[in-house]
Antibody, heavy 127, light 106 residues
Framework: EVQLVESGGGLVQPGGSLKLSCAAS????????MHWVRQASGKGLEWVGR??????????AYAASVKGRFTISRDDSKNTAYLQMNSLKTEDTAVYYC??????????????????WGKGTTVTVSS | DIQLTQSPSFLSASVGDRVTITCRAS??????LAWYQQKPGKAPKLLIY???TLQSGVPSRFSGSGSGTEFTLTISSLQPEDFATYYC????????FGGGTKVEIK
């Protein structure tokens, strides 16, 4: 079964740090780009960032709201992706999901989408 | 960044109704659009990618159309399990999501 399991969420004070993990199983993790998406309570989905595979130089990209504070990494030997969150703000409070990016070729074009999602882990930033 | 605007934000409908949700992009994104369904307390679920391709296992009452800047998600006959929030997402550049459309029971 293809599965993603997030962990590491919790309560942290503003200015603090937290590291989330996303353990993958049931598919070839090393070949997949992985994303983090968050959702504040009662709000919509917000893309946080992504890391590509080794074949794509482990390239990372981040939303403007977290750039310079958050870092995504991966350990393919452990089938795990990570989200290191520093200088946390109250507005970072959310459920954090990791997702797998997948793609399909249709008529010569590659279409990407997020087809597998974890159940999420909750991060609360509060004093 | 590419902005996605969904309408309506809220929709009240009855079982059996045909429902259409619109997603407009701030610039052309060809067919690089996906639709997701999210139920309370659950992770989003992929319904459609490439604007109109149904993900495996998704009922055929869901369909998507559009290209460029205007897209629609249609549920041909609303079922009780379809009451949820729906999001569009573009992957033409760094991903962004629409604001969501909550479909509730009339």
């Amino acid at each position: 079964e293809v599965q993603l399991v997030e962990s590491g969420g919790g309560l942290v004070q503003p200015g603090g740090s937290l590291k989330l993990s996303c353990a993958a199983s049931g598919f070839t993790f090393s070949g997949s780009a992985m994303h983090w998406v968050r959702q504040a309570s009662g709000k919509g989905l917000e893309w946080v960032g992504r890391i590509r595979s080794k074949a794509n130089s482990y390239a990372t990209a981040y939303a403007a709201s977290v750039k310079g504070r958050f870092t995504i990494s991966r350990d393919d030997s452990k089938n795990t992706a990570y989200l290191q969150m520093n200088s946390l703000k109250t507005e970072d409070t959310a459920v954090y999901y990791c997702t797998r990016e997948w793609f399909r070729e249709l008529l010569g074009y590659y279409y990407y989408y997020m087809d597998v999602w974890g159940k999420g882990t909750t991060v609360t930033v509060s004093s | 960044d590419i902005q996605l605007t969904q309408s309506p934000s809220f929709l009240s409908a009855s079982v059996g109704d045909r429902v259409t949700i619109t997603c407009r992009a701030s610039q052309g994104i060809s067919s690089y659009l996906a639709w997701y369904q999210q139920k309370p307390g659950k992770a989003p679920k992929l319904l459609i990618y490439a604007a109109s391709t149904l993900q495996s296992g998704v009922p055929s009452r869901f369909s998507g159309s559009g290209s460029g800047t205007e897209f629609t998600l249609t549920i041909s006959s609303l079922q009780p399990e379809d009451f949820a929030t729906y999001y569009c997402q573009q992957l033409n550049s760094y991903p962004t999501f629409g604001g969501g459309t909550k479909v509730e029971i009339k």
